[in-house]
């Protein structure tokens, strides 16, 4: 066998390039984004933790507002869901350690891991608060998922804005 069918037969023929096209080196025809993607970054942690306290003081105070029109003992509740969501919020951003370097690419399915466990932290602190003190439910109910919302929309904006800093948003 001569050393030209060998160079063949492994995909690095004379040109360069693989069996399948892509490039010897494996790194000349990757996009930009996608070489972006495997650099290793933190999150700015105390804006994320700031959006998800200025969103729960925002939307609940405009919650609270608003259910003083429907409820004359709601005020309570509308502050203790504000208070549940943004504890469980903060737990959620806090269990995926956004001051840990992780690849690019990894960070979305994180906040989404985020997501999940800040929502089932919200229901458990939700449902402590509202099972040690007599609230209004209906108050409660009109805060939690308002608020819950809000955060995650800040959280998802924060996040949009890092992906675009570093060029990995298209």
Same mark, same amino acid.
């Given at each position: 066998?001569?050393?030209?069918?060998?160079?063949?037969?492994?995909?690095?023929?004379?040109?360069?390039?693989?069996?399948?096209?892509?490039?010897?080196?494996?790194?000349?025809?990757?996009?930009?984004?996608?070489?972006?993607?495997?650099?290793?970054?933190?999150?700015?942690?105390?804006?994320?933790?700031?959006?998800?306290?200025?969103?729960?003081?925002?939307?609940?105070?405009?919650?609270?507002?608003? @259910? +003083? $029109?429907?409820?004359?003992? *709601?005020?309570? !509740?509308?502050?203790?869901?504000? &208070?549940?969501? =943004?504890?469980?919020?903060?737990?959620?951003?806090?269990?995926?350690?956004?001051?840990?370097?992780?690849?690019?690419?990894?960070?979305?399915?994180?906040?989404?891991?985020?997501?999940?466990?800040?929502?089932?932290?919200?229901?458990?602190?939700?449902?402590?608060?509202? @099972? +040690? $003190?007599?609230?209004?439910? *209906?108050?409660? !109910?009109?805060?939690?998922?308002? &608020?819950?919302? =809000?955060?995650?929309?800040?959280?998802?904006?924060?996040?949009?804005?890092?992906?675009?800093?570093?060029?990995?948003?298209?």
């Amino acid at each position: 066998m001569t050393t030209d069918s060998a160079e063949k037969k492994d995909g690095a023929g004379t040109s360069g390039t693989t069996s399948r096209g892509d490039s010897a080196s494996g790194e000349a025809g990757e996009s930009k984004i996608a070489k972006a993607g495997r650099v290793e970054f933190a999150l700015p942690c105390g804006k994320l933790f700031g959006v998800v306290i200025a969103s729960a003081v925002v939307v609940g105070g405009v919650a609270a507002g608003f @259910s +003083a $029109t429907l409820w004359t003992t *709601g005020l309570w !509740g509308v502050i203790l869901g504000a &208070v549940s969501t =943004a504890v469980g919020s903060g737990i959620g951003v806090a269990s995926i350690k956004p001051w840990a370097p992780r690849e690019g690419r990894k960070w979305g399915l994180a906040m989404l891991r985020a997501n999940g466990i800040g929502l089932l932290a919200t229901l458990v602190v939700g449902g402590l608060l509202y @099972s +040690a $003190t007599p609230i209004n439910a *209906g108050a409660m !109910g009109l805060s939690v998922p308002l &608020v819950f919302i =809000a955060t995650w929309v800040s959280v998802a904006k924060v996040l949009e804005g890092v992906f675009r800093d570093r060029g990995l948003a298209g």
